[in-house]
């Protein structure tokens, strides 16, 4: 509340285009979603981000864990993955225009490709930094390897899935809307492309403040929600 009175204050002191007021901003929020723009535009962004994210997790986790826990590939894979995190998201994204088009399939596999080397490399550490004692103790009572998945391993590297998911998400959405303000017809990117060609501060603030409210909502509903329950493997009922 804090920051929007201040905002206010600034907005109807300096009396410029440039700094709408949040009244004006809300105002246009509501016209967005009254003509269903806002919605449109924002569950397109929604869905990439979500199958993004979706795919990233999940590559990313089985790599990283492979690397962690065999030397050999991790000494092969490892200059691999020091180029990619290397590589300005940007010019993935144009290399995949180019390549596949201006299509669906090319932005989503740029996110991907833009995400999936911090998902690597924080679920290679959490590989790296398991505790061998868990593995001692599954060979002593001869879990199977279904049960070692799910009572030992993955339990371990809870935290790591956790923090590749949050800097994921955070790094996911960002990268979304490039990839829609250089080459997509719809999503908040390319509403933030139309609103500043027109010069319009508004409605640039409008979709942005929508969506992140919406991102702030996965990280208090859910994220947040499951960094308090991760300990929970510890506890005898604690299941797969």
């Not at 993004?52 to 030397?71: C, E, N, R």
């Not at 679920?123 to 004692?133: F, I, V, W």
Request: glycine residues 6%; neutral net charge.
């Amino acid at each position: 509340m804090a920051a929007l009175l201040i905002w206010q204050l600034t907005a109807l002191q300096l009396n410029s285009l440039l700094l709408p007021s949040p009244v004006e901003v809300i105002d246009a929020i509501g016209r967005e979603y009254a003509n269903g723009q806002l919605t449109e535009h924002i569950g397109a962004t929604l869905v990439r981000v979500v199958i993004s994210f979706t795919i990233a997790m999940i590559v990313g986790s089985i790599i990283g864990i492979a690397m962690g826990l065999l030397p050999t590939f991790n000494r092969l894979a490892d200059p691999l993955l020091v180029l990619f995190l290397n590589i300005p998201a940007l010019v993935v994204i144009l290399l995949f225009y180019l390549w596949i088009g201006l299509s669906e399939t090319a932005a989503i596999a740029a996110v991907v490709l833009n995400k999936l080397p911090n998902v690597i490399v924080t679920l290679r550490q959490g590989t790296l930094h398991l505790d061998p004692g868990f593995n001692q103790l599954a060979k002593v009572y001869r879990l199977t390897p279904w049960s070692q998945l799910c009572k030992v391993l993955l339990p371990q590297l809870t935290p790591y899935f956790l923090i590749a998911a949050r800097s994921g998400l955070a790094l996911i959405w960002k990268i979304v809307l490039v990839v829609e303000l250089l080459g997509r017809s719809d999503g908040v990117g390319f509403q933030l492309h139309l609103a500043f060609q027109m010069f319009d501060v508004i409605t640039i603030l409008a979709y942005s403040l929508s969506f992140i409210v919406i991102v702030q909502l996965i990280e208090w509903g859910i994220l947040q929600q499951w960094e308090r329950r991760q300990q929970r493997w510890q506890q005898p009922e604690a299941g797969c």
